[in-house]
């Protein structure tokens, strides 16, 4: 019975690292790291060029919508500075209500919350094709985030 529990659990193994190793996760995880470096380096438009392409080239896949809504969101705290020091220094940062109240661009708002919208229905539909993929869980969360 352990013996044919640890065979189980080998084939298992075997299978996600294989999976893991497939030249198309490798080229998905490679897009993903591409469009999180462009946003950690604050380089908006290259970001927003790299998730639509992954939108372009996996429509139904909501990688590319998940950080695409990323990317508006970051981009709307950075252009209302609540991503300075500054900010995460003060005592009320992490209080359930602040007294500072960021002001955004409605537009800008409207932009993040549509492409949130798509995000979420995207990822809704993906994860109930595959409820027990760790990956389209994940970017059922981050859609939600």
């Known amino acids: 019975m352990m013996l044919t529990r640890i065979a189980v659990?080998?084939?298992?193994?075997?299978?996600?690292?294989?999976?893991?190793?497939?030249?198309?996760?490798?080229d998905r995880l490679a897009k993903v790291r591409a469009a999180l470096d462009a946003i950690y380096r604050l380089d908006y438009v290259t970001a927003k060029a790299r998730c639509q392409d992954m939108i372009r080239e996996w429509p139904e896949d909501p990688v590319g919508y998940v950080?695409?809504?990323?990317?508006?969101?970051?981009?709307?705290?950075?252009?209302?500075?609540?991503?300075?020091?500054?900010?995460?220094?003060?005592?009320?940062?992490?209080?359930?209500?602040p007294k500072y109240k960021a002001v955004m661009d409605r537009e800008a708002e409207q932009?993040?919350?549509?492409?949130?919208?798509?995000?979420?229905?995207?990822?809704?539909?993906?994860a109930t094709g595959r409820p027990k993929d760790p990956a389209a869980l994940f970017l059922l969360g981050a859609a939600y985030q």
């Open 9 to 26: 659990c080998a084939v298992m193994l075997s299978a996600a690292l294989s999976a893991q190793k497939s030249p198309l996760a490798q």
């Open 67 to 97: 950080y695409l809504a990323r990317v508006h969101w970051q981009e709307l705290l950075m252009e209302e500075r609540a991503l300075t020091v500054t900010r995460f220094t003060q005592p009320d940062f992490f209080s359930e209500t």
């Open 111 to 126: 932009r993040f919350r549509a492409a949130a919208d798509v995000a979420i229905d995207k990822a809704r539909k993906y």
